[in-house]
């Protein structure tokens, strides 16, 4: 069975004012213990990480923080002893990302919001203490199979290739700020049951109403991309074109290339990523394009 792992990111719903001093507050205590521990290692390179603790312990922040901050200063000592004569010694930053281990948060559904539980300042963890986060559709389709450890086969997110999933292990979490929001990732890990490799195939047309259209012969289901949206870029770009060249504005005219040609590779891009996805599901390993690549910069 082959391992996989997914991290989900989920933004705070709106957390109080005293809610974000208190998370920024354990932020700065995080990065103080990862940059003290990183002093002490300095000092003497060998420290067992019960001695390591107790330094840090008049650090106000639940044992479980410190433990991770410990363990995250070690990784980063170690990795600057490996490449000594090229790096400068370490430090963390003041906006950190606070960690926590997979033993050491939550999640839990509360008059249908999901909410998750992490160790604060505050003290033991309760369930008043839990915060709400944001959810959309595809977080929620990982976090209801994390949880109960069975997926819904009726979800747009579910995939053939589910079928036969190991039961889900959690992984790390950590809680930081981005732009004035505050955000919860964690991760958690899966094994997927090997598919026996086939020659079955899908075939990719191209044309001008629907771009390109995927089909699988074998069950008659087939992914469509229409025109529409290429040809308004087509005929956009076309007018820029002729009205810069009226202008003679040779250096505009690069930079409008530059630009279309741009948006054509990341709509390549899109429909290319889709149809792969589309061949996994159909349980295909080659992919027929009967023509040449799917759009074109010119007409």
Not at 21 to 50: G, I, W
Not at 96 to 118: A, E, P, T, V, Y
């Amino acid at each position: 069975m082959s391992q996989n792992t997914i991290t989900i990111k989920l933004p705070l719903y709106r957390p109080t004012l005293v809610k974000q001093d208190m998370y920024r507050t354990m932020r700065s205590h995080f990065s103080q213990a990862s940059n003290q521990a990183l002093q002490y290692l300095q000092e003497v390179p060998v420290r067992k990480a019960t001695e390591l603790d107790r330094l840090l312990r008049s650090i106000p922040l639940p044992s479980t923080l410190l433990q991770e901050a410990r363990k995250l200063a070690v990784s980063r000592y170690q990795d600057w002893r490996k490449h000594a004569n090229t790096k400068g010694f370490p430090s963390f930053r003041a906006n950190i990302s606070i960690l926590f281990d997979n033993q050491n948060w939550r999640l839990r559904f509360d008059q249908g919001h999901l909410k998750i539980g992490i160790p604060t300042i505050e003290g033991h963890l309760t369930i008043d203490k839990y915060v709400p986060v944001s959810v959309n559709d595809y977080a929620l389709f990982w976090v209801n199979y994390l949880l109960t450890g069975e997926m819904d086969p009726n979800s747009k997110h579910y995939k053939p290739s589910y079928e036969g999933i190991s039961k889900p292990k959690k992984g790390n979490a950590q809680l930081f700020e981005r732009k004035g929001k505050w955000y919860f990732a964690f991760t958690f890990s899966f094994k997927l049951r090997e598919t026996r490799k086939t020659n079955k195939a899908i075939g990719v047309d191209r044309g001008l109403r629907l771009i390109a259209v995927a089909a699988d012969a074998d069950t008659g289901n087939y992914l469509t991309f229409n025109g529409k949206r290429i040809g308004h870029i087509r005929r956009r770009y076309a007018r820029l074109r002729r009205e810069i060249q009226q202008a003679k504005n040779m250096k505009a005219l690069k930079r409008l290339a530059h630009k279309e040609r741009r948006m054509m590779q990341y709509w390549n891009h899109v429909m290319a990523k889709n149809i792969v996805q589309f061949a996994r599901a159909s349980g295909a390993s080659i992919i027929m394009c009967k023509r040449l690549p799917f759009v074109s910069l010119r007409s």
